[in-house]
């Protein structure tokens, strides 16, 4: 069963892991992110990989949870506003799409490096007899 639809169904039973709240917070996260009836972050979000690797619940979050100010996240309050900071800061254009040019190849070098990596690690067990 996908994590936020189990969540979402109420189906995960009370974990003394989570803060009171957190639950339903993380919710309106994925709402205020991926609204039920936007189009555009549907299509963006079925692109991104593999549909048996994503989450599709997400898209179904509802916006029961969705709080309307930014300053009523308790947990999530903090990376809410640095992605709203990072998105909205256009005082200079060939900064901000360097800074999304930089970020995007951080990702893909990291993704080749790990790959590399487990490849290297595939290898000395092949030839170890392992």
């Keep these: 069963m996908p994590r936020s639809l189990a ?5 995960v039973p009370q974990n003394p892991i989570f ?7 993380t919710l309106g996260t994925h ?22 690797e994503l989450d ?20 999530w309050h903090d990376r809410l506003l640095t992605i709203a900071q990072w998105w909205n800061d256009r005082r200079d254009g060939i900064q901000w799409y360097s800074l999304w040019i930089a970020m995007g ?14 490849v290297q690690v595939y290898q000395g067990m092949k030839s170890s007899g392992g």
């Design 56 to 75: 599709m619940a997400v898209l179904n979050c509802g916006s029961g949870h969705r709080k309307t100010r930014l300053e009523e996240y308790h947990y």
């Design 105 to 118: 190849l951080t990702l893909f070098f990291g993704l080749v490096q790990s790959i590399e990596g487990a």
């Design 31 to 52: 709402a205020l992110l991926f609204p039920e009836n936007d189009a555009a972050s549907r299509k963006w979000y079925r692109k991104q990989g593999e549909r048996s």
């Design 7 to 11: 969540i979402n169904s109420g189906s």
């Design 19 to 25: 803060p009171p709240d957190f639950v339903s917070e």
